[in-house]
């Protein structure tokens, strides 16, 4: 069964960083385009950055420069490393997996989701 | 970046009727869009891609059509189960992007 466990979230001030962790089965997180999507308290879906297959990332401008996906692939985890955290990025942070067509269609398979709350 | 606005926000409506969203797209996408739903406290659920396909284990109620830049998705005849939020997503391009949400309300 594919299945995606996130971790890592909690409670940080202003300025200081996180690390997620999204721990893959059923599947290796290094042949599949994977994503990080966040959701604000009552708003909605928003997209935060991809790892494609071969390694390309690709973030939203919002966090650009700040947050960096990567992977390792000896531990089937995929990771979101969040610097220079803001009151705006509080969020619960979800785990994709691309679902992938021809080309990339959409996530198909999604974590539980971990709570990332930025306050002093 | 490419803005999505679904309507309505909001829906009533009742068991067994016929219900339409709306998602359009500030350019063209093509056939780039997906459409999920999302109940609360939960994760977000595929349901169709590339704007009309049923995501394999969807029941045959939902379907969606368009492409360019206007989309739907419609419910044939809404089930108690089917209240929830629905977000359609382009991946046309960078950033992808998500519309605001529709949520399918109790009458």
């Known amino acids: 069964e594919v299945q995606l466990v996130e971790s890592g979230g909690g409670l940080v001030q202003p300025g200081g960083s996180l690390r997620l962790s999204c721990a893959a089965s059923g599947f290796n997180v290094d042949t599949k385009d994977m994503s990080w999507v966040r959701q604000a308290p009552g708003k909605g879906l928003e997209w935060v950055s991809n790892?494609?297959?071969?390694?390309?990332?690709f973030y939203a401008g919002s966090v650009k420069g700040r947050f960096t996906i990567s992977r390792d692939n000896s531990k089937n985890t995929l990771y979101l490393q969040m610097n220079s955290l803001r009151a705006e990025d509080t969020a619960v942070y979800y785990c994709?997996?691309?679902?992938?067509?021809?080309?990339?269609?959409?996530?198909?398979?999604w974590g539980q989701g971990t709570l990332v709350t930025v306050s002093s | 970046d490419i803005q999505m606005t679904q309507s309505p926000s909001t829906l009533s409506a009742s068991g067994g009727d016929r219900v339409t969203i709306t998602c359009r797209a500030s350019?063209?996408?093509?056939?780039?869009l997906a459409w999920y739903q999302q109940k609360p406290g939960k994760a977000p659920k595929l349901l169709i891609y590339k704007a009309s396909s049923l995501e394999s284990g969807v029941p045959s109620r939902f379907s969606g059509s368009g492409s360019g830049t206007e989309f739907t998705l419609t419910i044939s005849s809404l089930q108690p189960d089917d209240f929830a939020t629905y977000h359609c997503?382009?991946?046309?391009?960078?950033?992808?992007?998500f519309g605001q949400g529709t949520k399918v309300e109790i009458k």
């Open positions: 790892i494609h297959s071969g390694g390309s990332t």
């Open positions: 997503q382009q991946y046309n391009s960078y950033p992808w992007t």
């Open positions: 994709a997996k691309v679902r992938w067509g021809a080309v990339a269609e959409g996530f198909d398979t």
């Open positions: 350019q063209s996408i093509s056939s780039w």
